[in-house]
């Protein structure tokens, strides 16, 4: 099955830097990768995903990009708040575009960012 | 998001009984999935159900069970045979049209 690795698991900054958080599956099938962010005793919320038949994509602040061939995909925080503290998660699934599709998403077990105010 | 609602929110169990977790959701979304959240862990797929009346194991399915009778819900028994139960559950759905996956609020169970 599916397998994400992600890093870091820890990661600081200081506000106003940048964040970059890696992850790499090894599915080959695999074509939707969401982030998400979770806050402490929070659900998990969607803040951007990809398909794989994008390289990358910006919303505001954040952006994904993803090399298909390399098989990893990172999550981009421009401008980091005191806001942005939180767990992201990454994960990837053979979504509906696929005649294999699943819908499983498999997680990377998630990096605690804080930004230092 | 806010039309999944799980509850309670805190539950207590002693070793050995049994205790089913609720999903409920009014978003007329046809998927639902049980996921497991543990300390420095990913999340990790239990069950899901893609339709009514059907319902496929995960990753992680031991010592759990699953119905789906009714769209809207989607409860899942934690059995005594799950050894180490002690865990953040959370539940999500899915529309038919997309790949996004939406999450309830979390029930925390704690064997004593």
């Known amino acids: 099955g599916e397998n994400v690795e992600q890093h870091p698991s820890t990661l600081s900054v200081q506000e106003g830097d940048s964040a970059v958080i890696k992850c790499t599956y090894s599915d080959s099938a695999s074509n939707y990768f969401p982030w998400y962010k979770q806050e402490l005793g929070k659900r998990p919320q969607l803040i951007i995903d990809i398909r794989s038949n994008v390289g990358e994509k910006k919303d505001q602040r954040i952006a994904v990009t993803l090399n298909k061939t390399a098989k990893h995909f990172s999550l981009h925080i421009t401008e980091t708040q005191p806001e942005d503290s939180a767990v992201y998660f990454c994960?990837?699934?053979?979504?509906?575009?696929?005649?294999?599709?699943?819908?499983?998403?498999?997680f990377g077990k998630g990096t605690l960012l804080t930004v230092n105010p | 998001d806010g039309g999944i609602t799980q509850s309670p929110k805190y539950l207590f169990r002693k070793e050995g009984q049994n205790v089913t977790l609720s999903c409920e959701q009014n978003l007329n979304h046809d998927a639902m999935y049980w996921y497991r959240q543990d300390p420095g862990q990913g999340l990790r797929l239990i069950y899901y159900s893609q339709i009514v009346n059907d319902f496929q194991k995960g990753d992680i399915a031991e010592g759990y069970s699953v119905s789906r009778e009714k769209k809207e819900s989607f409860p899942l028994t934690v059995t005594s045979a799950q050894k180490n139960p002690t865990a953040f559950y959370l539940c999500?759905?899915?529309?038919?049209?997309?790949?996004?996956?939406?999450f309830g609020p979390g029930t925390r169970l704690t064997v004593l």
């Open positions: 994960a990837a699934s053979i979504g509906g575009r696929s005649g294999g599709s699943n819908y499983k998403l498999t």
């Open positions: 999500a759905t899915r529309t038919g049209a997309t790949d996004t996956q939406y």
